[in-house]
C-alpha cells in the first residue's frame, strides 16, 4: 500500500506539472522532439509537381504508368528518464529536496511526452541500476514512473553515473530522448556520456542547492557524506574555508560543462526552491532557434 504522504504529494505533482506541461511547454516540445524518421503509408499515380525520387519503379511497371510512395513523419518518441537516486539526492536547504526536484521535473517532461502519444521509461541508479521501469504510454504509467522517482528506497547509497549511462545505451535500442537528472557529484562518467550520447539525444539535468555552491559563515560546523556516512569538522567562520570551497564548487560546475558542450549535448542547470519550467523552456527555445537556422 502506497503511504497516505507519498499519496498526497503524488497527487499535488500531478496537478502541477499536468498543467505546466499543457500550458507552458507541450508545443515547444512537440516541435523540438521529433519521430524517428518517415515510415511508408501507401503508393499513388504520379501527379506533376512529385518528386521523381519518390516513384515506385516496381509498382510502375506492373501498372505501365507512374506510381509514388507516400510516407508520413513517425511522430513517437521514446523519452528515457535516467534519474540519481544516491544518498546526495537527499540534501535540500530551500524548501524541497534534489530527490523532489527531480521527481518534479521528470514528472514535467514525462507529461510533455504523454500529451505527445510519446512513451516515458525510466532507470534510477545509484552506483548500481536500482529499477528499470519500460517505456509505456498514457498518464497511468507516468504516475507510475514519479512514484518510483519520489518513494525510491535504494540498497545503495553512491554514486556511479557511468553504470546508469552504459545501462541507457544497453536498454533502449531505438534513439531515444534521455533526461539524466543527477547533480554531478561523481567522477568517470564523461566516456560513458558519450556512448550514450551516440545513440540517444542526451540531456543532462544538473539538480543544485544554494549550499552547493557556498558555504554560511556558522563557525564550527560538522558536515556528514550522505553516501558513505562520514563527517568532517571546519571553521565557516574562516574566509579562507569558504572560499576554497566557493572555488572547488565552481570549477567542478566549469567541468562538467566543458564535458557537456565537448559532445554538443543541451544541458540546464535547476536549484531547489527555484522554478524550473523556465530553464525547461530557455532550453527547448534554444535548440528549435537552432534546428531552424
Same mark, same amino acid.
Given at each position: 500500500?502506497?503511504?497516505?504522504?507519498?499519496?498526497?504529494? =503524488?497527487?499535488?505533482?500531478?496537478?502541477?506539472?499536468?498543467?505546466?506541461?499543457?500550458?507552458?511547454?507541450?508545443?515547444?516540445?512537440?516541435?523540438?522532439?521529433?519521430?524517428?524518421?518517415?515510415?511508408?503509408?501507401?503508393?499513388?499515380?504520379?501527379?506533376?509537381?512529385?518528386?521523381?525520387?519518390?516513384?515506385?519503379?516496381?509498382?510502375?511497371?506492373?501498372m505501365?504508368?507512374?506510381?509514388?510512395?507516400?510516407?508520413?513523419?513517425?511522430?513517437?518518441?521514446?523519452?528515457?528518464?535516467?534519474?540519481?537516486?544516491s544518498?546526495?539526492?537527499?540534501?535540500?536547504?530551500?524548501?524541497?529536496?534534489?530527490?523532489r526536484?527531480?521527481?518534479?521535473?521528470?514528472?514535467?517532461?514525462?507529461?510533455?511526452?504523454?500529451k505527445?502519444?510519446?512513451?516515458?521509461?525510466?532507470?534510477?541508479?545509484?552506483?548500481?541500476?536500482?529499477?528499470?521501469?519500460?517505456?509505456?504510454?498514457?498518464?497511468?504509467?507516468?504516475?507510475?514512473?514519479?512514484?518510483?522517482?519520489?518513494?525510491?528506497?535504494?540498497?545503495?547509497?553512491?554514486?556511479?553515473?557511468?553504470?546508469?549511462?552504459?545501462?541507457?545505451?544497453?536498454?533502449?535500442?531505438?534513439?531515444?530522448?534521455?533526461?539524466?537528472?543527477?547533480?554531478?557529484?561523481?567522477?568517470?562518467?564523461?566516456?560513458?556520456?558519450?556512448?550514450?550520447?551516440?545513440?540517444?539525444?542526451?540531456i543532462?539535468?544538473?539538480?543544485?542547492?544554494?549550499?552547493?555552491?557556498?558555504?554560511?559563515?556558522?563557525?564550527?560546523?560538522?558536515?556528514?557524506?550522505?553516501?558513505?556516512?562520514?563527517?568532517?569538522?571546519?571553521?565557516?567562520?574562516?574566509?579562507?574555508?569558504?572560499?576554497?570551497?566557493?572555488?572547488?564548487?565552481?570549477?567542478?560546475?566549469?567541468?562538467?560543462a566543458?564535458?557537456?558542450?565537448?559532445?554538443?549535448?543541451?544541458?540546464?542547470?535547476?536549484?531547489?526552491?527555484?522554478p524550473?519550467v523556465?530553464?525547461l523552456?530557455?532550453? =527547448?527555445?534554444?535548440?528549435?532557434?537552432?534546428?531552424?537556422?
Amino acid at each position: 500500500m502506497i503511504p497516505k504522504e507519498l499519496l498526497k504529494t =503524488l497527487r499535488k505533482i500531478e496537478i502541477t506539472t499536468s498543467r505546466l506541461a499543457t500550458d507552458q511547454l507541450v508545443g515547444s516540445y512537440s516541435s523540438v522532439f521529433r519521430g524517428q524518421g518517415l515510415s511508408f503509408t501507401e503508393v499513388r499515380q504520379y501527379q506533376p509537381g512529385d518528386d521523381v525520387r519518390s516513384i515506385d519503379w516496381n509498382v510502375s511497371a506492373r501498372m505501365n504508368e507512374a506510381y509514388v510512395k507516400l510516407f508520413t513523419e513517425e511522430r513517437e518518441l521514446t523519452v528515457m528518464l535516467v534519474v540519481d537516486v544516491s544518498g546526495s539526492q537527499e540534501f535540500g536547504t530551500r524548501t524541497s529536496s534534489k530527490a523532489r526536484l527531480a521527481a518534479e521535473v521528470g514528472a514535467l517532461c514525462a507529461f510533455s511526452a504523454i500529451k505527445n502519444n510519446d512513451r516515458v521509461g525510466l532507470i534510477l541508479a545509484s552506483d548500481q541500476v536500482e529499477r528499470i521501469v519500460p517505456p509505456k504510454k498514457g498518464q497511468k504509467h507516468v504516475m507510475r514512473v514519479v512514484r518510483e522517482i519520489l518513494g525510491a528506497s535504494p540498497e545503495r547509497r553512491g554514486t556511479d553515473l557511468a553504470v546508469a549511462l552504459e545501462t541507457l545505451y544497453g536498454v533502449a535500442k531505438r534513439r531515444s530522448v534521455a533526461f539524466v537528472l543527477s547533480d554531478f557529484f561523481t567522477d568517470g562518467w564523461e566516456r560513458s556520456l558519450a556512448l550514450a550520447s551516440a545513440r540517444h539525444d542526451v540531456i543532462p539535468v544538473v539538480l543544485c542547492d544554494a549550499r552547493d555552491a557556498e558555504l554560511p559563515a556558522l563557525g564550527l560546523t560538522s558536515f556528514e557524506d550522505l553516501e558513505t556516512g562520514e563527517t568532517i569538522t571546519v571553521d565557516t567562520s574562516d574566509p579562507r574555508v569558504r572560499r576554497a570551497y566557493a572555488d572547488h564548487y565552481r570549477e567542478r560546475r566549469q567541468r562538467q560543462a566543458r564535458a557537456f558542450r565537448k559532445l554538443g549535448l543541451d544541458f540546464l542547470s535547476v536549484e531547489t526552491g527555484k522554478p524550473y519550467v523556465p530553464a525547461l523552456k530557455e532550453l =527547448l527555445t534554444r535548440r528549435a532557434r537552432r534546428q531552424h537556422r
